[in-house]
């Protein structure tokens, strides 16, 4: 199992997306959020292949599209903080934060 929180910026909205895999890598994903658009988005992907999601490109990815869908805003580090959480929970990933140090000048 893998637990990620997300304190997302401006908005405020502070998410924890856990994921746990089975034998068979399939993921089960459950995320915690006041944010409407991240709840709409947690439907979608409930359950998803580890495999899969991770070898196809952004543009395939069902949590990116899941995200389109649900018009989660461009810049949101939320859908890839659920890839992040899938890669480790399913072993193709060490945990290791990231992180954005933003400013402007």
Do not use: W
Request: with cysteine; hydrophobic share 45%; net charge negative.
């Amino acid at each position: 199992m893998a637990t990620v929180t997300v304190s997302p910026g401006i908005c405020g909205f502070t998410s924890t997306i856990t994921a746990t895999v089975d034998d068979m890598y399939n993921v089960e994903i459950t995320i915690d959020s006041p944010c409407a658009k991240i709840q709409e988005l947690a439907g979608q992907i409930a359950e998803l292949s580890a495999f899969d999601e991770i070898r196809k490109p952004i543009t395939e990815s069902a949590v990116y599209q899941a995200a389109a869908a649900g018009r989660c805003h461009t810049a949101c580090p939320i859908p890839s903080a659920v890839i992040k959480a899938i890669e480790v929970a399913a072993g193709l990933a060490l945990p290791k934060d990231v992180t954005f140090t933003i400013s402007k000048d």
